[in-house]
């Protein structure tokens, strides 16, 4: 993903840092829709 006027790459540096709230955070299943989080 590249930075443009619609994304900035601090969005795209935070949301490469995004987990799931709940379970294993190295899976993501986008069918099971959990909730994700984001370091603080």
């Keep these: 993903m590249m930075p443009s006027q619609f994304i900035t790459q601090k969005e795209i540096d935070m949301a490469a840092k995004a987990y799931p709230a709940v379970g294993d955070k190295r899976l993501f ?12």
């Design 29 to 40: 299943n986008p069918q099971q829709q959990f909730p994700l989080t984001w370091p603080k």
